[in-house]
């Protein structure tokens, strides 16, 4: 059973480009999360998806910054012109149907950095 | 709101040494407690969890930590730091309706010396 899988691993955009984030969650996972981590600080939740449905995106800016997990593929997190204050890592977690008071399970994360 | 603070931006530790890195949270209700470790350039790896019960949790790699209800912390311990243990270390208190949507101290950096 592969874990959370997110690719890519690293991803450099200009200033003003598009950035797309995928995170395929663990077999078996209906809800995934999306944490952003700021250099020297610590993981800041974004936003809470289960299939079709944004759950809470309490953490996600305002602008530019979507999310989606359709019935079908991986969810994606989109930050569109992007600007150098979005370099960061980009974590994905998954957690299983049913008892969302369990652990969520991390990926790897993208490292995005803004040129 | 909920909240994390982990007091110890760096800790220098012996190999060979003990090891103690402090975690306090803030959250109305019972909390889920987690510490995680994260490598350079790594995701993040859970060393040990709290739900309920017994308040010493052990945990992988020889970790252990004890929540305190009444100081509102959740210490990570190790009695002999190993140089592979040398990482950032995050302490996370999780909803109790959801624990994915967690939030995060930010973060102990651990070296270890020779």
């Known amino acids: 059973n592969a874990g959370v899988m997110q690719n890519p691993r690293h991803l450099v955009r200009r200033r003003g480009q598009e950035a797309r984030l995928r995170c395929s969650p663990m077999?078996?996972?209906?809800?995934v999360y999306w944490y952003r981590q700021l250099p020297e600080e610590g993981l800041k939740f974004m936003v809470y998806l289960q299939k079709e449905n944004i759950i809470d995106e309490s953490g996600m800016p305002k602008e530019r910054f979507s999310a989606e997990f359709p019935k079908e593929g991986p969810s994606i997190l989109r930050i569109q012109q992007v600007v150098r204050g979005d370099s960061a890592a980009y974590f994905c977690a998954s957690s299983p149907p049913g008892d969302t008071r369990l652990e969520a399970f991390f990926g790897q994360g993208t490292r995005l950095t803004v040129v | 709101a909920q909240s994390v603070t982990q007091p110890d931006i760096h800790i220098t530790v012996s190999e060979g040494a003990s090891l103690e890195l402090r975690c306090n949270y803030s959250y109305g209700a019972t909390p889920y407690l987690f510490w995680y470790v994260q490598s350079p350039g790594q995701g993040l790896q859970l060393l040990l969890k709290y739900f309920s019960g017994d308040t010493l949790v052990q945990g992988i790699k020889g970790f252990e930590a004890e929540f305190k209800r009444s100081q509102s912390s959740f210490n990570l311990r190790k009695p002999s730091v190993h140089w592979s243990d040398a990482a950032e270390y995050f302490c996370a208190v999780g909803a109790n309706t959801n624990a994915g949507k967690s939030t995060f101290g930010d973060g102990t950096t651990l070296t270890v010396k020779p």
């Open positions: 077999k078996g996972h209906s809800h």
